[in-house]
C-alpha cells in the first residue's frame, strides 16, 4: 500500500515540475550573450588578419524557449562587410550605428535586442595579389586514322583567376587541369576537367574548380596545290634565274574546310638576303597560308639559282 501511495506522489510530483518548467521557460527574461562575429560578403582580394577574435555581446529579452539554443552551443552572428564596414585610415571599423539593423533583422519577432557591446569593431586587413593565368590542358587524344581537329584544344575558360602572395604568385605561370586519356576518337565531345588545385600553395584561392573542353572532331582529307615561288629583297642591280619556278605543297584539313581553300591563300618565297657566295641554293618558305589548314608540307626545300649582272 505504501509502495502504491509512493508511486502517485511521483507522479504528481513529475507532474508539477514538469508544469513548473514549462511556466518559467513560457516567461520572458532579459540576459546578455556573447556572439561569435562571420564576416560575410569580404572581398576576395582581402584577407581579415584577426576575425576570429571578434565577439558581440547582444543584451536580448525574450522567453526561456528562445534562451535554450543559445546555452546549448556558442551562437554566431553575421556582419556584412561591404555594407556595414567602412574604411579608415588603414582600418576597417563595424559601428553599431551602421550595423544595428541588419543584426536586428537576424532575429525573430519573439526576441528583442536592447543593447549591443561593444559598439564598434576593429578588423585589420591584407590585400593579396590578384593575377589571371593560362590553364594547361593535360589531355592525350588519339583520333582514329582520318579524323582530328582543325584548332588546337583550349580549355572554356582558358584562363583562370588567383588569388594570393604576391610572392607565391610570381612563380605562378599556369594552372594544369587533370589528365584526360582518349583514344581512337572520331566524334565530336565535350567534357568537365577538374583543376589541379591541391598542388598548389594553401595561401592561392582559386574559386574555379572545373573547366570545359569542347572537342570537335572532323573528318580530315588532304590537299596539294603547285604554287608559283617569288624571291623577296633581290638588289636592283642584280637579276636572279632559279629553278624551279614552282613547288608542290601539301596540306591537310577538315573535309569541310577543304572546298574553301584556294592556291591564292598560300605563298612561297626564298630571302635573296640569305644567299651565300659558296652555295646555289635558296631555302623555300611558306609566308602565308590560310587558317583552315591543320598542317602543310612543302615538297621541295631548296631551289637554284644564277645570278645575272
Known sequence: MRSKKLNVFLIFFLLAFFILVLSRLSANYTSTVKFKVNLENVPEEMIVLNDSLNTLNLTMSTNGFAWLKYYTKTPSIAIDFK????????????????????????????????????????FKVDINAVKIIPVKPNIEIKFSPGFNVLEDLKTKPDSVKVIGPQSLLNTLNFIETEPLKKNNINKPFSTQLKLKIEALDSQILVKTKTVSIDVKTEKFTEGTFNLPIKIINIPNN????????????????????????????????????EHSNTSSYLSTKLVKFPKAIKTSRLHQQKIEYIISE
Do not use: H, M
Not at 564596414?85 to 519573439?110: E, T
Not at 619556278?245 to 638576303?273: G, P, R
Open 238 to 273: 642584280l637579276e636572279v634565274n632559279f629553278f624551279p619556278k614552282t613547288i608542290n605543297l601539301s596540306f591537310y584539313t577538315s573535309l569541310e574546310s577543304y572546298n574553301s581553300i584556294k592556291e591564292s591563300d598560300f605563298e612561297i618565297v626564298c630571302d635573296f638576303n
Open 83 to 122: 555594407n556595414e564596414v567602412r574604411k579608415s585610415d588603414s582600418l576597417f571599423i563595424w559601428s553599431l550605428s551602421r550595423g544595428f539593423a541588419g543584426i536586428n533583422l537576424q532575429f525573430g519577432k519573439d526576441i528583442d535586442v536592447k543593447t549591443i557591446n561593444p559598439d564598434s569593431l576593429f
